[in-house]
């Protein structure tokens, strides 16, 4: 049977994994993003009007490609700071100690290790 600590850590194990998959992916919403702006900027210059540019760009938009990157951040964030507390606690870290490592209440690290503990 595995230990606490071997047990957050092998979650902790696959929430990077998954932060990784994530980056990649807003990486390439980015380029993405920095392509559709530079188009824009070029039709603008070029004398295009708002409307037109907007209704011709394609799907995903620039401003839903922004949303699936601010979601993403932030889905993966709260997974990665609940499964770092855990394992942290795991080690014998205080929530006090933790609290003080993430910027954050001890209430709130309470609270972070209630949600991983419920999930």
Known sequence: MAT???RTTANLVEV???LSEMAEANIRRSEEIRYRIDHRLAAL????EVPGIVEA????M???LLTENITALHEVG???RRAEAATL???????????????VSRQRISALLREGADS
Not at 57 to 60: A, K, Q, S, V
Not at 91 to 102: K, N, S
């Open 45 to 48: 210059d070029a004398g295009s």
């Open 57 to 60: 760009e394609p799907r995903p």
């Open 89 to 103: 606690r795991a080690h014998g870290y205080t929530m006090d100690r933790i609290a003080e490592l993430f910027g």
């Open 16 to 18: 990077l994994k998954l």
């Open 4 to 6: 606490e600590v071997e």
């Open 78 to 80: 709260s997974m990665l």
């Open 62 to 64: 620039i401003t839903e």
